[in-house]
Structure formats: C-alpha cells, structure tokens
C-alpha cells in the first residue's frame, strides 16, 4: 500500500500547455510538500500545507499554483509551461512539527518533459 | 535559517572499502539532520535521522552517521561497500519548530567492483 503516491509518473507536453500533478499520502500526516528536482538533482523546496493552510511559499513563478482540498491531498498545477519547468516533481509529506521530530516521506516523482 | 553543504558531488569507493560522505550544516536553532538515498528513477528513502539524544545514528543498510555539534557535521559512513550502494546520497537539516526541510546538492556514490 503506498504511503505517498503521484500521478502521473510521466508527462510529455509542449510549451504553453497547462498541466497538473496529483499527490495524495495515506499515513495520516498534517503536512504536505512540493520539491522540484532538477536535471542536477538539486532538490528545491517549492509549497508546503499543513492541514489545508499554505505555511511555505518560496520564489516560484506564480504559473504554479498549489490546492490542498484536504489535508491527505495536495495538487499542482502549472499554467503556460515553459523549458526551464522540465524537471522531477517529489510530493512528500511529514507528520508536521511542534515536538514531532519525523523525517519527510517522499512519493515516486512526477518526471516533467517541456517540448 | 538554514543550509546544508554536501563535499564531492561524486565519490568513488571500491567494493568492500569504506564510505564516507560528507555533510555540513548551518542552522539559528536545534537541528534536526537526516540522510536520504535516491536509486536511479526513484523517490528519495530515509536512511537515518538524528533528532536529539545519542550523537551516533544508525540507519538501514549498514550506514550510520555521527552528529557533531563543535564541528557543525553530520558525516555519513559504512565500514564495507556494496554494489547496490551505487546511488545519490542527500544530506536534509530542518531547524526545530521549523517546516522547511533544506536539502544538500547531492553526493552520487560509485561502487567499483
């Protein structure tokens, strides 16, 4: 049974398309993230959501737009894609923080290909 | 803030030989530190973490890291490598009270046979 699953695993588009990624984790966890991996494999933390409230916004082009319809869902969706966007998309999710010491579980990825 | 720096973005090790990866961190407050393995078309899976207590960790697959707070390092080890070793090694710190998880560039591991 997957604790954090994406869909879908592959994309191929053109430019200017919009596209959207899917997460969902089944562990009961309060937080959600969003990392960019790019063809380095430097990984970038983009949004994060602790249940359903936006918390990390980082310097990201406003074409991408998370949604948290509850606390096990977190979606990204990325409007007029561009070259620079191909790259690796992690979700993962945490338990959360306070006295909660827990590591980040990461999903399988969602490799973006920009035509 | 916090900030993570991972020496040798590749490093080679022959079968049997010692591992050695190296992790430094800066953080304003207690960290939290944790070792991360990604195989090749793969997410990323969680090697050990330090969070407070005994300084030496050990994790999966024979690694352990030791937390030095004096010297601000978290280096990764395993006495003996192994083929299936062969991956990229990620350092991450996240300060207390924090929800940011900060990553490292990466060390990609070769195992020589």
């Known amino acids: 049974d997957t604790a954090v699953s994406q869909t879908p695993k592959y994309l191929v588009t053109q430019m200017g398309n919009d596209k959207s990624i899917k997460c969902e984790q089944n562990l009961g966890h309060d937080t959600m993230y969003w990392y960019k991996q790019d063809s380095k494999k430097f990984l970038k933390i983009m949004f994060s959501y602790n249940n359903k409230e936006l918390i990390i916004n980082e310097t990201v082009p406003n074409r991408f737009s998370p949604k948290s319809p509850d606390k096990a869902h977190l979606n990204l969706h990325i409007n007029s894609l561009e070259l620079g966007d191909s790259a690796v998309y992690f979700c993962?999710?945490?338990?959360?923080?306070?006295?909660?010491?827990?590591?980040?579980?990461f999903g399988e990825g969602s490799r973006l290909t920009v035509l | 803030a916090q900030s993570v720096t991972q020496l040798g973005s590749h490093v080679s090790v022959s079968e049997g030989a010692l591992v050695l990866l190296r992790c430094n961190y800066s953080s304003s407050v207690p960290p939290y530190l944790f070792w991360y393995v990604q195989y090749p078309n793969q997410g990323l899976q969680l090697l050990l973490k330090y969070t407070t207590g005994a300084t030496l960790v050990k994790g999966i697959n024979g690694f352990e890291a030791e937390f030095k707070k004096s010297e601000t390092s978290f280096h990764l080890t395993k006495p003996s490598a192994h083929m299936s070793d062969a991956a990229e090694y990620f350092c991450a710190v996240r300060g207390s009270g924090t929800y940011k998880y900060i990553f490292g560039t990466g060390t990609r591991l070769k195992v020589l046979a």
């Open positions: 993962a999710s945490s338990q959360g923080v306070g006295t909660n010491t827990g590591e980040l579980f």
